[in-house]
């Protein structure tokens, strides 16, 4: 009898020892796997079925299925399809320029003088960053108001062998030794603020914009300087040069989608009147927009 019970103990040893050895697997089993997703970067499903969204930090990966194949998107969405009522127009990005002089006039100043300024157009560069943009519709998506702000770095290279100096009561011509003399130039930079009327015309299927804009640039000089430059040893004169702190200027743009070719006359001239030569800038370049 005693072997008996020994036995029957040591079944319901062994038994619940594999109850216990089996139970952590099955609760394991049974209790749903909850994944934590970060705050940060999400997984957005849209209303529209065909398009999700990616957030990782700030920027949005929009990944969008359609007729013609997959299209990511990353960062700003430039696509009306899902804004139709957004207006969104042209002026923030960098542009690329040639300068030039229009209405020279040097009759204050002597003949032998004539023409100190005279520009190299091939090396006489605009360069802008244009920073900031302000919208404001006024017919939906087609038709609207553009400002913003930005900075325009102007270099006017000088095709004769002279510089500038300011003077007492005027600009003066300096003229340079011409042996070795490998650069001249004047270099005035703006802060500018735009106001545009802009249209736009959809093409391909609404595919990409067609658009045209115009109006004015005002601006306020932020610096200015010449440099003169022999060999490896440079000159900067930072003396002002009576030019004039504010200007304004007519402007217009064309483009497709993201790119265009723009055009800037100055309303104002370049020096305060009766201080140096009678000089209108103008502009002709590229713009890459954002």
Do not use: C
Request: hydrophobic fraction near 35%; aromatic fraction near 12%.
């Amino acid at each position: 009898m005693k072997p008996f019970i020994l036995t029957l103990t040591a079944l319901a040893i062994l038994t619940l020892n594999l109850r216990a050895q089996q139970s952590p697997a099955d609760v394991i089993s049974a209790v749903p796997v909850v994944e934590k997703v970060s705050p940060v970067d999400t997984i957005i499903k849209s209303v529209d079925s065909d398009t999700s969204i990616v957030r990782i930090g700030k920027k949005d990966v929009k990944v969008i299925d359609h007729k013609s194949g997959t299209e990511i998107i990353w960062g700003k969405d430039k696509h009306h399809r899902h804004d139709p009522d957004r207006f969104d127009g042209h002026w923030e990005g960098i542009e690329f320029g040639f300068n030039g002089f229009d209405k020279e006039d040097y009759s204050m100043y002597n003949s032998a003088d004539k023409d100190f300024m005279s520009l190299n157009q091939g090396k006489s560069i605009e360069f802008n960053l244009n920073f900031y943009e302000l919208n404001i519709g006024l017919a939906k998506n087609y038709v609207g108001l553009v400002s913003g702000m930005g900075f325009s770095f102007n270099n006017y290279r000088f095709d004769n062998d002279y510089t500038i100096a300011k003077g007492a009561t005027r600009t003066e011509p300096v003229a340079l030794d011409p042996n070795n003399l490998s650069k001249t130039k004047l270099a005035v930079s703006y802060l500018n603020v735009p106001v545009l009327l802009e249209f736009q015309i959809p093409v391909n299927h609404n595919e990409g914009r067609l658009f045209i804009n115009g109006g004015i640039i005002g601006g306020v000089k932020i610096g200015s300087h010449t440099k003169v430059k022999y060999g490896d040893k440079k000159d900067k004169d930072r003396s002002g040069f009576n030019l004039n702190s504010f200007n304004y200027a007519a402007t217009a743009r064309i483009g497709y989608k993201d790119i265009s070719l723009f055009a800037k006359y100055n309303l104002t001239p370049l020096f305060q009147t009766g201080k140096g030569p009678d000089l209108t800038p103008f502009t002709i370049g590229i713009s890459f927009l954002d």
